[in-house]
C-alpha cells in the first residue's frame, strides 16, 4: 500500500458523495501491491461491504454513512469537518463539479 | 429652419445607438460600486474602493479581490444579455440598453452620457413569453416612478397558475422565497401582473439576483447541456442549493417538483441575496433562496 500523508490539506474537502466518489476511486487505484490499483473485489472483503457497494460508491450514489466510513477505513483514512467556502469565479466550475 | 430640425433631432437622441462603449459605471442597489470595462483582449471588473464590506456585485465576485479580468464578459453580467450576447463585442452597449429591464439590485451608467430615463408606466409590445417591468399604473403620479411591477405575456398565464399549485403543495406555510410571486399574480385580460421578484419588502430595495447558470459560471448552451444529463444536472443543482441556501432540504424539496420545467427550459433558476449591513456578522451577503421565473425565449 502507499504510504498516507499526514497533512491533511493533500486531501480534497468532501462536499458531497461526488467527492467522496473521486476520493474512493483515486485511493483503490494506489492501493494495490507496488502502487498498482487494488480490485473493488478485495477493498470489498477488506471493508466488508460488497463489490456493488464499492461500485455504488464510486458511481457518487448514497450509502449508509457506516459503510462509507468502512470504505475509508481501508485507507486509513477518516473524516473531519471543515468550512465550505463560497466559489469564486475561478473555482465556480470545480466547485459544483459541471465539466 | 432645416438645420434647426436637424439639431432637434440630434438633441433627443443623444446616445447614437452605434457608438461603442469602453467603460460602464456600476451600480449596486442605486450606490455607485464599481467599473466595468472592456478591452481588445476581455473584460474587466473593479470596485470602486478596498473596503472588503460593501456590497457583492456578484456571488462568485466577493470585494476581498479588488479586479477581476477574464475573457469573457463576467457572467453575473452576461446572464442579462441572452444566449449569444456575452461573446459579441459591444456587450457593454447592450448592457445599457437593456438598463432597466433587469432583475436585480445592479444598475448602469454611461459615465459618459449618464441619461436616466423614467420606467414606462404600461408595457412595451411583449411576445409570447416574454416579460418587462413597469411602474405600478396605480402608484400616484407624485412619486418618483419606480419599475416596481413585472408584467407577462398572457400566454405565461396557465404556467404561473401551476406554479402556484406547486408553491402551495411543496411550501404550504410559505417559508420559502420561492415563487410568493405567484401568490400575488393577477391576469388583468392584457397582460398578467405581479410585484418583481427581487424587490425587498415595503420596497426600500432591491435583492441581488442571479441566475443558476451564472453562479456555475456557465453560459447558457453550457447550462443547457448539462441539464441534458440527468443525474447530473439534479445533483448540481441540489449542490447549489447546499452551498447557498439556509433552508436547503425544503428547497430541494420545491426545486424536486420544478426539476422538468427547468430541464425543459420553461423555467429558470435564480438566486436571490440580501447584502450584509453594516453591522452584520458575516461580510457575505445572506442568500435567501432560489427563486423561479418563466425563462425568457431565445433571441
Avoid at chain 1, 498516507?4 to 462536499?15: F, M, R, T, V
Wanted: proline content about 9%.
Amino acid at each position: 500500500m502507499t504510504e498516507i500523508p499526514n497533512n491533511p490539506n493533500e486531501y480534497p474537502l468532501l462536499k458531497n458523495q461526488l467527492d467522496l466518489a473521486t476520493l474512493v476511486r483515486t485511493q483503490r487505484l494506489q492501493a494495490g501491491p507496488k502502487g498498482g490499483k487494488m480490485t473493488a473485489h478485495t477493498l470489498a472483503d477488506l471493508a466488508g461491504v460488497s463489490r456493488d457497494t464499492i461500485f455504488r460508491i464510486e458511481r457518487g450514489e448514497d450509502v449508509s454513512f457506516s459503510t462509507a466510513m468502512a470504505v475509508l477505513r481501508v485507507f486509513g483514512l477518516g473524516l473531519s469537518a471543515a468550512p465550505v467556502e463560497w466559489p469564486t469565479l475561478n473555482t465556480a466550475q470545480q466547485h459544483f463539479k459541471t465539466l | 429652419m432645416a438645420h434647426l430640425e436637424h439639431s432637434a433631432t440630434t438633441f433627443q437622441n443623444p446616445v447614437t445607438t452605434h457608438q461603442r462603449i469602453q467603460t460602464l459605471q456600476v451600480f449596486n442597489g442605486g450606490k455607485p460600486c464599481g467599473w466595468l470595462g472592456q478591452t481588445a483582449t476581455g473584460f474587466w471588473f473593479h470596485y470602486a474602493s478596498n473596503n472588503p464590506k460593501q456590497h457583492w456585485v456578484s456571488l462568485l465576485m466577493p470585494p476581498r479581490i479588488n479586479f477581476y479580468q477574464q475573457a469573457e464578459l463576467f457572467p453575473v453580467f452576461a446572464q442579462h444579455l441572452g444566449a449569444p450576447a456575452g461573446s459579441e463585442a459591444d456587450a457593454l452597449s447592450q448592457l445599457h440598453q437593456i438598463n432597466g429591464q433587469q432583475l436585480g439590485s445592479l444598475s448602469f451608467a454611461n459615465p459618459d452620457n449618464p441619461v436616466v430615463t423614467p420606467p414606462p408606466r404600461t408595457p412595451p409590445w411583449l411576445a409570447a413569453g416574454q416579460r418587462a417591468l413597469i411602474a405600478n399604473p396605480n402608484t400616484s403620479a407624485v412619486r418618483r416612478p419606480f419599475a416596481d411591477t413585472m408584467v407577462h405575456h398572457p400566454s405565461c398565464w396557465p404556467l404561473i397558475q401551476t406554479l402556484q399549485q406547486l408553491k402551495k403543495q411543496a411550501d404550504p406555510s410559505n417559508r420559502l422565497h420561492a415563487l410568493r410571486w405567484t401568490l400575488y399574480a393577477q391576469h388583468t385580460g392584457q397582460w398578467v401582473q405581479h410585484p418583481r421578484p427581487d424587490l425587498a419588502p415595503y420596497q426600500q430595495h432591491l435583492y441581488g439576483f442571479e441566475a443558476a447558470h451564472a453562479v456555475l459560471n456557465l453560459n447558457p448552451q453550457q447550462f443547457n447541456a448539462l441539464a441534458e444529463t440527468n443525474n447530473k444536472f439534479e445533483q448540481v443543482l441540489h449542490e447549489v442549493a447546499r452551498t447557498y441556501c439556509k433552508n436547503f432540504s425544503a428547497e430541494i424539496e420545491l426545486l424536486q417538483l420544478l426539476l422538468p420545467y427547468i430541464r425543459q427550459g420553461c423555467l429558470g433558476a435564480h438566486l436571490v441575496y440580501e447584502q450584509s449591513g453594516a453591522q452584520a456578522k458575516s461580510q457575505k451577503p445572506e442568500v435567501l433562496g432560489l427563486e423561479y421565473l418563466s425563462a425568457l425565449p431565445p433571441p
